[in-house]
């Protein structure tokens, strides 16, 4: 059952108008920062600029107060100083405002004076119904509203990953680096202090979001950890929940406290309850940009039996190496797949799993390969490497060519790189057709570091490539993917 908190917050997400209190032209301030955002973000409803000294702000009219605003407003967010902001929320209160975020520091996070005024702006929001964001937060995105309004203007696309972070500044990195890597968000929230609304909360929303796949969190602190874990189970089961828990140390509750207020506890229970719960539990935040792009973009494996495609052996002995110090297992494959590979390839190649494809400019093996394995019933998931990042590599000795050939003709060259570019674009395409096919998945390891991201998405198709930059990440990804099926499994047998 959604609990009383949490009804209404579509509204707050999908907001029809927007109203920023504390607006402001001053390049850099918070006000500037958040309205800008907004209005670059290309938010398709009403925004009101709020600010008593200003009569237009990026060519919107700006209004003195709340209250002077003739429309009805949605959602409002809130950059003036601590001490004004209850009688912000007062305002908001009397206009009907369902949502607030609160930009603003000062608040618990500064010690008991602070703390008493962050009750105070609590009682206020309870007593109007108003939904309350923070404070103290970066802010929030909800990419399928079209709306963008944190202060670090990045603006991942629309897809099916959400992400709460109690801690805007590192939840704002990683929205950059997901809109670098091709994630597409379904809705990024920095909690901040959580004084109203909490990590459960948005999970008990999310839980009903049919945008939202996968969730992301970052948390330092959660004030009920029964409710949390009856709630994380219960979303985890439908939605895989990746969290990272800062405030693992004494070093790191410390820090937490003078950033948010939180208080964290004994991060060995706290992690032992979240495994009992299912949650996928990862150390770095980098790692939850990677098992989100694998979570969101492939299928779930049904075991943990893994075949690998390698252009070149050594990184087929690591990638083994690396599987078997993650529970998953590399069989030995039948002969007759060893056969079918083998008639594309010289008779010293490997001829077992890993299969490595000696340096083979055939374009064509290593979609046999990976297409053999998907075949066989023995094998879970195919690792492959190396068969993109490889224009990057051409790219460059076409460059070399030109300068120091002054013979070699511009067409061929432009060709060669055109058939590259090709290739890479056809070989994920077919790698996402293999997936549809077989309804296993495929991890990509590339060659070199890509402008193009991790996730490469096919037009039309349910699962997109997905391709990380060391053996490492991709087999990390898939024995945490393992891991979710596993449990999924279990529970689903319990039931």
């Not at 908190?5 to 850099?28: C, K, N, Q, R």
């Not at 796949?213 to 939605?239: C, P, Q, S, T």
């Amino acid at each position: 059952m959604v609990s009383d908190v949490v009804s209404g917050l579509d509204e707050v997400f999908h907001p029809t108008s927007v109203a920023v209190v504390g607006a402001s032209s001053t390049f850099g301030k918070w006000g500037q920062m958040i309205l800008t955002n907004i209005i670059g973000g290309g938010f398709k409803g009403k925004i009101f600029p709020v600010n008593p000294k200003s009569r237009t702000i990026c060519g919107l009219r700006a209004y003195r107060a709340i209250s002077e605003i003739p429309d009805s407003v949605d959602l409002v967010f809130i950059t003036v100083p601590a001490r004004m902001v209850p009688e912000v929320l007062n305002q908001c209160g009397a206009k009907g405002v369902k949502g607030a975020v609160v930009i603003s520091s000062g608040f618990s996070e500064t010690g008991d004076e602070g703390r008493l005024l962050e009750q105070e702006i609590v009682n206020i929001c309870r007593r109007y119904g108003i939904k309350l964001i923070g404070p103290n937060t970066m802010g929030i995105i909800s990419p399928y509203a079209g709306l963008f309004a944190t202060g670090v203007h990045s603006r991942p696309g629309p897809g099916p990953v959400a992400f709460i972070s109690q801690s805007g500044n590192m939840g704002n990195q990683l929205i950059h680096w997901a809109r670098q890597q091709g994630i597409g968000i379904s809705l990024f929230v920095g909690s901040g202090n959580e004084a109203m609304l909490g990590c459960t909360d948005y999970l008990e929303y999310l839980e009903q979001d049919p945008n939202t796949r996968i969730i992301m969190l970052y948390l330092e602190n959660v004030r009920d950890g029964r409710r949390f874990l009856e709630v994380a189970a219960r979303v985890n089961y439908e939605k895989p929940i990746i969290l990272l828990k800062g405030g693992r140390t004494q070093a790191g509750i410390s820090a937490a406290a003078s950033h948010t207020g939180a208080m964290g506890g004994e991060f060995r229970i706290f992690q032992g309850a979240c495994r009992q719960a299912g949650l996928i539990s990862v150390d770095a935040p980098a790692e939850l940009l990677d098992l989100s792009a694998g979570f969101s973009s492939l299928p779930l494996p049904k075991g943990n039996r893994v075949g690998i495609v390698t252009l070149g052996g050594g990184w087929g002995v690591v990638t083994a190496d690396k599987c078997n110090e993650n529970g998953l297992v590399v069989p030995p494959i039948p002969d007759k797949i060893v056969d079918t590979i083998g008639k594309y390839l010289p008779p010293f190649w490997s001829k077992g799993n890993p299969v490595d494809l000696v340096g083979t400019r055939d374009l064509e093996v290593p979609v046999v390969a990976v297409e053999e394995l998907l075949k066989y019933e023995g094998i879970d998931a195919v690792i492959t490497m190396g068969f993109v990042g490889r224009h990057e590599l051409v790219s460059l000795l076409i460059q070399t060519t030109r300068e120091v050939d002054k013979t070699a003709a511009d067409w061929f060259l432009e060709q060669v790189e055109s058939l590259s570019s090709r290739y890479e674009d056809d070989y994920v395409a077919k790698m996402v057709e293999l997936m549809e096919k077989y309804e296993k998945p495929v991890i990509g390891v590339s060659l070199t570091r890509s402008e193009k991201g991790t996730v490469r998405p096919v037009d039309g198709e349910k699962y997109s490539g997905v391709f990380y930059e060391t053996p490492e990440n991709a087999v990390n990804a898939l024995s945490k993917m393992v891991t979710y099926t596993l449990y999924h499994r279990r529970r689903r047998a319990s039931l």
